[in-house]
């Protein structure tokens, strides 16, 4: 069965992982206990706090903002500014951390008044600040747009009721919209805090040194400069360890940490808002607009600002180019591939358990197998496959193959949720028709599944291979000079202080991954009834 060999693909990439971090352990269990010292447990203080902090900065402003949008349905502009919160979820990680050093940093577009405020020379933003303003940037539009379907789903009959008993905007606020918000905050605050504290490209880029250093970061810099495996393998358990224990806590505490929106109910009449409420809210929507356009509109400006010609021109810059086009185009078929074998397999054995009782472990590890590779990091896969393929030969000639296989599995959740849903509609539609008709295998798949299937998987296509093409953990570990992509070509230049060319290699990630993202969202939309 298909399924199984999808499920078996992500065991034995998930496995190995922790193979050869139990064999490196084991091998070395004197130097991999001697690695738990004050400087492993800094650096994990230093992830949690980093998270917290940025969680905090994040989902607090994200309430305000939320309801702010959701005061004032009908402003010029306000479906434009949805949109560009949108755009933080298909940029590169890398790409926005250089559209904040371009905006914040020592040579900044604001490192003049910056410097003028602060009485003396601007240092630039590196180290935690750096960190947080990179997470909030992320992460604020993201918890603005759950928050405001949260409000969504506010039944019209409430606030036509509070409009009748003369409601006032604070009644409103604790009676009407902070249940709702309450109930989602759960769920987006831990979904902000697993994307902080699993953060490695922000970390690397602007942690500025080993005080302001997270896990992750520790696990690639003590393999790719310290050549030190034993404290890779004690700073990868402790990893796992983290994030286990926090999905755990989020579970026990019902947050939905999948990132899953409400669905909006019927428009509604809204409790009219006093002039300074309006000022006030207006104020806020400007200066979340400025704050989240800031670091966009820097990487274009640097961007434009480089020599594109020159770098077009370049054989290593066209190499990597290639390279990742062609890494992330075999990750997203891999990607769609094995998303197809696991949601047809669940499918055929609900069929089978219809009536019959509770699902079998199989049926189980179909619907939730791929979910699980959420729980660990791409680092902690690399980290685990590296020190177990570094006795086999040479590492760094494998890095086509991790990069492919790591990146494709982790797509899968996302491309699931893409396909799953089409495929069982039509096979709810479908099923008992082709049973009589016998029509099964390969014509099934031409003649009834692919009609219905070719826009979810053109959509699943799409955003696998934008976060394959953007992604710089599983490179890090493995890329080298005969294996670059534009990520990895692009931290190279910013470690070489080329800054120009790190820009104008932005510039063009940034564009190619936005262009593959809008795609995704347009052939999703229509995919929708």
């Known amino acids: 069965m298909a399924g199984v060999v999808a499920l078996a693909a992500i065991a034995v990439l998930i496995g190995g992982a922790f193979a050869g971090l139990v064999l490196e352990g084991v091998e070395d269990l004197s130097g991999a206990i001697a690695a738990f010292d004050g400087y492993l447990f800094r650096v994990a203080r230093f992830t949690v706090w980093q998270a917290m902090l940025s969680t905090l900065l994040s989902v607090v402003?994200?309430?305000?903002?939320?309801?702010?949008?959701?005061?004032?349905?009908?402003?010029?502009?306000?479906?434009?500014?949805?949109?560009?919160?949108?755009?933080?979820?298909?940029?590169?990680?890398?790409?926005?951390?250089?559209?904040?050093?371009?905006?914040?940093?020592?040579?900044?577009?604001?490192?003049?008044?910056?410097?003028?405020?602060?009485?003396?020379?601007?240092?630039?933003?590196?180290?935690?600040?750096?960190?947080?303003?990179a997470h909030v940037f992320f992460n604020l539009p993201l918890a603005t747009r759950l928050f405001l379907e949260a409000l969504n789903t506010v039944p019209a009959d409430q606030w036509r009721l509070a409009s009748q008993l003369g409601m006032g905007a604070r009644a409103g606020f604790r009676l009407i919209e902070w249940p709702a918000l309450r109930a989602s905050l759960p769920g987006v605050a831990g979904l902000v805090f697993m994307l902080c504290i699993t953060s490695f490209t922000i970390v690397l880029t602007l942690g500025g040194g080993p005080r302001a250093s997270t896990l992750e970061v520790a696990i690639y810099q003590s393999l790719r400069f310290d050549f030190d495996p034993a404290r890779a393998v004690a700073l990868t358990a402790l990893q796992i360890l983290l994030t286990m224990a926090v999905v755990v806590a989020l579970a026990r505490l019902g947050a939905n940490v999948t990132g899953d929106a409400n669905l909006s109910v019927a428009s509604r009449r809204y409790i009219p808002a006093s002039r300074g409420e309006t000022a006030f809210d207006v104020a806020l929507i400007a200066i979340t607009l400025a704050f989240v356009a800031g670091p966009m509109l820097a990487t274009v400006l640097s961007g434009l600002e480089a020599d594109l010609a020159r770098l077009a021109g370049e054989t290593t810059v066209r190499r990597a180019a290639a390279t990742s086009l062609i890494l992330a185009c075999l990750s997203a078929l891999l990607c769609v591939v094995l998303t197809v074998a696991l949601t047809m397999a669940r499918r055929a054995l609900a069929l089978e358990r219809a009536g019959k009782g509770a699902r079998s472990l199989l049926e189980r590890a179909t619907d939730t197998g791929a979910g699980f590779v959420l729980v660990v990091p791409p680092i902690v896969i690399g980290a685990g496959w590296f020190v177990l393929l570094r006795?086999?030969?040479?590492?760094?000639?494998?890095?086509?193959?991790?990069?492919?296989?790591?990146?494709?599995?982790?797509?899968?959740?996302?491309?699931?949720?893409?396909?799953?849903?089409?495929?069982?509609?039509?096979?709810?539609?479908?099923?008992?028709?082709?049973?009589?008709?016998?029509?099964?295998?390969?014509?099934?798949?031409?003649?009834?599944?692919?009609?219905?299937?070719?826009?979810?998987?053109?959509?699943?296509?799409?955003?696998?291979?934008?976060?394959?093409?953007?992604?710089?953990?599983?490179?890090?570990?493995?890329?080298?000079?005969?294996?670059?992509?534009?990520?990895?070509?692009?931290?190279?230049?910013?470690?070489?202080?080329?800054?120009?060319?790190?820009?104008?290699?932005?510039?063009?990630?940034g564009l190619i991954c936005l262009a593959l993202m809008a795609l995704a969202d347009r052939l999703g939309k229509e995919t929708r009834p």
């Open 61 to 133: 402003p994200a309430i305000f903002v939320a309801r702010a949008l959701s005061r004032h349905p009908a402003f010029p502009g306000r479906g434009l500014i949805l949109r560009l919160f949108a755009v933080p979820l298909a940029l590169p990680a890398i790409v926005a951390a250089l559209g904040v050093l371009a905006l914040y940093g020592r040579a900044g577009y604001f490192a003049g008044p910056l410097a003028r405020i602060s009485g003396g020379d601007w240092p630039g933003i590196y180290g935690l600040s750096g960190i947080l303003v």
């Open 391 to 509: 006795h086999a030969g040479d590492v760094f000639a494998l890095a086509p193959v991790m990069v492919v296989t790591v990146n494709a599995v982790m797509a899968m959740p996302f491309a699931l949720r893409a396909i799953r849903p089409a495929h069982d509609a039509a096979s709810e539609r479908h099923e008992r028709l082709c049973a009589q008709l016998g029509i099964r295998g390969w014509n099934r798949l031409r003649l009834i599944e692919w009609p219905v299937l070719r826009r979810p998987l053109s959509t699943a296509f799409a955003f696998a291979m934008a976060l394959s093409l953007g992604d710089l953990g599983v490179i890090a570990l493995f890329g080298s000079d005969q294996v670059q992509t534009l990520p990895y070509l692009l931290l190279a230049r910013m470690g070489s202080y080329r800054t120009a060319d790190a820009a104008g290699l932005a510039l063009l990630l």
